[in-house]
C-alpha cells in the first residue's frame, strides 16, 4: 500500500482516540455550542469508518497509487456547518499529492486542526497548513452559502476551483417501510441537528401513510429539546407558526409541516404527500441541482447511512481527487 494510504489507516486508529479524548470534545463544544460532544464523536467515528482498510483498498482499486509529490498549492475553505466536514478536501488534496493551506471555519476551529495535526504528525511530509487568507494558490476547494461563493467564483476566476453551495436531501417514502428503517431514517433526519447537506429535511409521503410511525421513531431524539440552540429554533418557529396560523403537527422536539421548500429551518421537517410517484420525480428533477442525498425509493443507500459517506462520495457529484490530478 502507498505510504499516504497507509498514513490514513494509521489515522483512523488517531481518530478513534479522539474520540476518548473528553477535554477536546469539551472545548469543541465551547468554541461551537452546535458540535456537542456526542456528535464530534461521531464525526471522528464515521471518519474511522471510512478510512478502514477495505476502503482505502477499493480507493486504490479505482483510482490507483496516489499521485506523486506536486509542486502546485490547493487552497481550501472550509464550512463549518458540522464537525469535520472540510476534513475530505484536504485528504483528496494530499493523496493527490498537493501542497494544502486551509482556512478552517472559526466554527470548527478546534477539532479540525487536531485532527490534521495527528496527520502531520505521521506524515513530517506532509504540506498542509492552516491559514488566516487564501493567497498564492494554484488551485481551490470551496463549501459555503450561494451567496460567499459567487464572490469566491470571482475572486479567483483566474485559478481552476471547485465551488459547492447550500444542498439538502430528501427521502421518499412508500409505506411499506420497516420500523428498523424508519429508525435509521431517524438516525438521517437528526444526526448533527440536521444542519448539514446530506440530513434529510424533506419527505414525500404517500397519501395514506401513518405520520404517528414517524413520531414514534424519532421519540429517542427528543433529548435534542434540551439543547438550547436547537431548543430556541424550535421554540421560535413554533410560535411563528401558530402566529401566522399555519397548521403543523409536532411532538414537543420538532415540527412537522407540510410544505413545498426542500430545506426548512432547524427544528421542522418539511413533507409533501404524493398519490403518483411520476409527479415527485419530476419534482426531483426539478430540484437536482439543490439535492446531495436522495434516499428511500429505488436507492442504493440504506436508511441510516446518509451520514455516513465513503471516501469516493464527493459532495455534489464533484470528484475533487480527478479534479487535483487533471490540474496538477
Not at 150 to 169: C, D, I, K, N, Q
Request: negative net charge; charged residues 20%; glycine residues 6%.
Amino acid at each position: 500500500m502507498d505510504s499516504r494510504l497507509q498514513t490514513l489507516e494509521n489515522l483512523a486508529a488517531e481518530l478513534r482516540t479522539l474520540t476518548l479524548q473528553e477535554d477536546l470534545l469539551a472545548r469543541t463544544a465551547a468554541k461551537n455550542p452546535w458540535f456537542t460532544p456526542e456528535f464530534s464523536k461521531k464525526s471522528l467515528e464515521s471518519w474511522a469508518h471510512a478510512l478502514r482498510p477495505e476502503a482505502l483498498a477499493h480507493w486504490a482499486a479505482r483510482y490507483g497509487s496516489p499521485a506523486n509529490a506536486s509542486s502546485k498549492t490547493v487552497g481550501v475553505l472550509c464550512a463549518g456547518n458540522l464537525p469535520l466536514v472540510g476534513l475530505h478536501d484536504i485528504l483528496m488534496s494530499y493523496l493527490a499529492g498537493w501542497n494544502v493551506i486551509y482556512k478552517a471555519s472559526s466554527d470548527d476551529a478546534v477539532l479540525l486542526p487536531a485532527v490534521i495535526e495527528r496527520l502531520r504528525a505521521m506524515d513530517t511530509q506532509a504540506s498542509i497548513q492552516p491559514v488566516e487568507r487564501l493567497t498564492s494558490i494554484d488551485a481551490l476547494l470551496a463549501t459555503g452559502s450561494n451567496n460567499t461563493l459567487r464572490y469566491f467564483a470571482h475572486y479567483f476566476s483566474e485559478v481552476p476551483h471547485v465551488l459547492r453551495g447550500s444542498r439538502t436531501s430528501v427521502a421518499v417514502l412508500q409505506g411499506a417501510e420497516s420500523d428498523q428503517e424508519l429508525d435509521g431514517l431517524a438516525a438521517d433526519i437528526f444526526q448533527y441537528f440536521g444542519r448539514g447537506c446530506r440530513s434529510i429535511t424533506h419527505l414525500f409521503l404517500p397519501q395514506d401513510f401513518d405520520v404517528q410511525r414517524l413520531f414514534a421513531s424519532w421519540l429517542p431524539w427528543g433529548h435534542l429539546a434540551q439543547h438550547a440552540k436547537y431548543g430556541s429554533n424550535y421554540d421560535y418557529h413554533r410560535a411563528l407558526f401558530m402566529l401566522n396560523k399555519e397548521p403543523f403537527l409536532e411532538n414537543n422536539f420538532v415540527l412537522l409541516r407540510e410544505h413545498p421548500a426542500l430545506k426548512p429551518p432547524v427544528g421542522v421537517i418539511h413533507y409533501t404527500w404524493y398519490t403518483d410517484i411520476a409527479e415527485v420525480e419530476a419534482r426531483l428533477q426539478e430540484e437536482y441541482a439543490n439535492i446531495q442525498v436522495r434516499m428511500g425509493a429505488g436507492q442504493t443507500i440504506s436508511f441510516g447511512q446518509s451520514q455516513a459517506p465513503e471516501l469516493w462520495d464527493f459532495s455534489d457529484g464533484l470528484d475533487t481527487y480527478t479534479f487535483l490530478m487533471e490540474n496538477a
